[in-house]
């Protein structure tokens, strides 16, 4: 980026929000029609030209065919064997030219050429390099990489996991916008609460964090034992990298030292865990469960043996809560929709009787409820009242109006006040023990409504909020956020080039700036676009958060965008196929359309400089791999080969030969969404679509590469970045709204040097000039 300034859509370029601002609009592609159709004139011309060419060449190849029979041997012993590679077996006859697959379908023109075309092109790869391409399949589809001039024997490359590492350093957001009873204090001053596969311990007060990593898919639920230290935890159940489903569970353990003390109920609940409670009677000796299956089945636990006590089926209708009695382990109630159940266990069975509404309004959801210090029971619910139920199941003594719209959750204070929480209006009301209302503070509009709260120490309290926020304070004092985050899918990261900052967006169109070494949000912003669907790419500035300048490339939506490595250049990749290459003046807050790079078949998906700023690589949704020459007018290379030791400024294109050994066996082509080579060019991340991010040597050209895998994400991981001193690694999930700060841990080879060796030997390191 240009001093002091980012382009918001070299964020945004990636990210599905645009998708929604970038669709065909038909009547404003008309101006296209004519480039595109004199575009496909020539390819067709080009292609008509090849035709005739390779016609005229395929009596010169079979004539060669007998010539080269002496070269067999030493194909197959260079040419790759795995079975997503390509390899030639036995001696090529003409009989079997037909049966062959193309090699390089863009090697000529870049574009899909026929087949009969494509067999002659493999032929005189495979008879004259000798060895120095390598075809690997995608869903079918051949791409080939040229092995560059420093490897002399690809066979004898080891691949090795790289010596780095990668530690889970800082968590960015909270899981408000769709869970409940989701936030609480422990005895030793931390918060604790989850997003993804992590439940976070926020020390507030010291802005620590520590992290519970033990949960397989998405937590979704989570209860404080009445010690204040164990916690319970349960989780959906998600599937793995083959789609077969993962067995959902509750985790019991130790806050203090994040040890697991018991895991319940796997391979019993159905979907997921929606809702847990520890007895307090007893000392919590039992544990209550309700799953997510369509019969919300309720279940007690004996904790100390991890067994079944009881179990029932609940209802057929959504329950949003359970609890124990504080004074009676025999007696749990359940709410949710249209329902407020009075459950009693005995015998090792439950049974239950239905809360009666009677002369009131019977209200659509049951939102919530505690217990007073008397024992009665104070339900909220989606009229905005709070109905105070007493010490006889299904009885209503009163009905208090609380708030204007949902009362999203209640909380009992130690002194026997009440504090409620409200959707619609956002208000936090105090009331005193017999319901009269004493002070009330509204929440800002930009952090959602009230989701939950939690006390700290009878004054001060924690709120969280369904905008995926954390705020602490007081009535006197106010309340200010201690954590935000994303509240809607994340695709666009983008890191600083020299400062410990990073900048996020995604469908919620905020874009957020964000400190890695604080580790807090230094401002976001909300970016507001006018009607209607354009693929419109923006410039803020980074100081004052204003909007620089704004432009629109063709009619379809904008996939990836790169500066070049002086600045003076910004290319625009587009699902209409095109990159669009503009100049860029005036400490980067002018561009002008330099040109237009033609010849992808399919939308671009990543592109990357050269060192020299002179060449482009660029991937498409098709697996083409294009090179460009920008300095000399966006022309395409043809001759990929001569591509083959540029060294490139960045490296973040998926396909290519020194990234080939990412892509596992009978990947499909979306299974990986996004890659980073650290500065160092010494390790390369990969972000999966089954919720992990990877860590290879680079580079890594051979497949099945070793390398280090790292869980906490809960849906596909969209992006991955280093920062400009490789010193972290930031991950986006993509559904989870997380993004996961991963320190890089460096060891095991003392200064590195014989590691760097070993990095040189696999490096290009000369750079062909056109």
Known sequence: CPPGLCPAASMFSSSPFFSNQCVDDVSGSSAEYPDRMSAMEGRLQSQEDEITLLKSSLADALRRLHLHDQLIPLLKQQLIEPSWVSTVEEPIHPSTIRSLQREDPQEQTGSNESLSSGVIIDLFLILSLAGQSIKMFIRGRPITMYVPSNIQNYDDLKMEPPVEKLELDWVYGYRGRDCRANLYMLSSGEA????????????????TQRHYRKHTDCVRCLTIHPDKVRVASGQTAGVDKDGKPLQPYVHIWDSSTLTTLQQIGLGTFERGVGSVAFSFADAGAFLCVIDDSNEHMLSVWDCAKGTKHAEVKSTNEAVFAVEFNPSDSSNIITCGKSHVYFWTLSAGSLTKKQGIFGKYKKPKFIQCFVFSLTGDVLTGDSEGNILTWGKSPGDIMRQTRAHDGSVFTLCMLHGGALLSGGGKDRKIIRWSADLAPERECEIPEMFGAVRCIADVDGEEVLVGTTRNAILRGTFSDGFVAILQGHVDEMWGLATHPSQDVFLTCGHDRLVCVWNTEEHKLDWCTTLEFSSGFNPLWLVLDLKTKEVVSDYTDGNEQLSVMRYSPDGSFLAVGSHDNFIYIYTVTESGRRYSRYGKCNGHSSFITHLDWSKDGKYIMSNSGDYEILYWDIAGG??????????????????????????????????????????????????????????????????????????????????????????????????????DTCILQWRVKRGGMGDGSGDRQHHAALTSTSSLEP
């Open 634 to 735: 966006c022309k395409l290379l043809r001759n990929r080969y001569e591509s083959k030791d540029r060294e490139w400024a960045s490296y973040t294109c998926v396909l290519g030969f020194h990234v080939m050994g990412v892509w596992l066996e009978g990947s499909d082509g979306t299974d990986i969404n996004a890659l980073c080579r650290s500065h160092s060019e010494r390790m390369v991340a990969v972000a999966d679509d089954f919720c992990k991010v990877h860590l290879f040597q680079y580079p890594c050209p051979k497949p099945k590469a070793p390398n280090h895998s790292y869980e906490g994400h809960g849906s596909h991981v969209t992006n991955v970045r280093f920062t400009h001193c490789d010193s972290h690694l930031l991950s986006m999930g993509g559904k």
């Open 192 to 207: 604790v609460y989850f997003i993804a596969c992590v439940v976070v311990l926020y020390h507030i007060n010291n802005r």
